[in-house]
């Protein structure tokens, strides 16, 4: 009976993540944003830019007056178009700035 090895569990760093998904410009900005704890991985706050993420991990991004939640849906080698980086996550939550109103 064969066995075939096991692919590696899929794994990519917290700030290259979301440098690839486009929620900041610069992986630079992505660093800072984690080390700030402006990001949280399923609930707690992370500090650490080089904290690894995999799959169905849920991504909570405080930016400015929003705050994104986004389940990562995969991974890519190189930052890409704006296409590409929408396959790398959905979506599942959104809060409104101060000041606006839902419809």
Not at 20 to 34: D, E, I, N, P, Q
Request: glycine content about 6%; proline content about 6%; aromatic content about 4%.
């Amino acid at each position: 009976m064969a066995t075939f090895p096991t692919p590696p569990t899929e794994r990519q760093r917290l700030d290259q993540w979301l440098w690839h998904a486009r929620c900041v410009r610069s992986r630079t900005s992505a660093t800072a944003l984690v080390r700030a704890g402006h990001v949280r991985l399923n609930g707690t706050r992370i500090t650490s830019p080089g904290h690894s993420i995999r799959l169905e991990d849920v991504v909570t991004v405080a930016l400015d007056a929003r705050v994104r939640v986004l389940r990562v849906t995969g991974f890519t080698q190189r930052r890409g178009d704006a296409k590409t980086a929408a396959t790398t996550y959905v979506e599942i939550g959104a809060s409104n700035p101060p000041g606006s109103h839902a419809n």
